[in-house]
């Protein structure tokens, strides 16, 4: 997939793919207006969003009511020197009438999460002038 880049005004990025667009701003602290998620905002979303995407369909497949579903990610600085180092962990909250069988079978579909599976192949970075 192809991800175009334009600068905006102030410290506000869009970035265009397919028939969508993401707009990004910085924190104020930044320079920015924090009227937008920072860049790292987004990544860090994308992963509880696939895991309860991966889980929604999950339920939708064998015709479980995803009312009271809860997905909450925590991310944790493991380093003080390294800031970059993180424990992610995220919190699964099943409905209430979610057949017990099922727990650790939803659970096997939210580690199916593609966000999670190209981090953890440790995705190698290019960056080029052209």
Avoid: W
Avoid at 29 to 51: H, I, N, R, V, W
Avoid at 93 to 111: D, G, H, V, W
Wanted: proline letters at 5%; a neutral charge.
């Amino acid at each position: 997939m192809k991800i175009e880049v334009n600068l905006l005004e102030g410290q506000q990025l869009k970035a265009s793919f397919g028939e969508h667009e993401i707009i990004s701003d910085q924190s104020i602290t930044a320079g920015g207006k924090a009227e937008q998620p920072e860049p790292f905002d987004y990544f860090l979303a994308s992963m509880p969003l696939c895991a309860a995407f991966y889980m929604r369909k999950f339920c939708q497949q064998r015709d479980i009511s995803t009312e009271g579903l809860k997905v909450v990610q925590n991310n944790i600085n493991l380093c003080e020197d390294n800031h970059y180092k993180k424990k992610i962990t995220i919190e699964v909250t099943l409905p209430e009438n979610f057949p017990k069988k099922y727990n650790k079978a939803i659970l096997a579909a939210a580690n199916t999460c593609t966000v999670k599976k190209v981090i953890q192949a440790l995705p190698e970075f290019d960056i080029n002038i052209v």
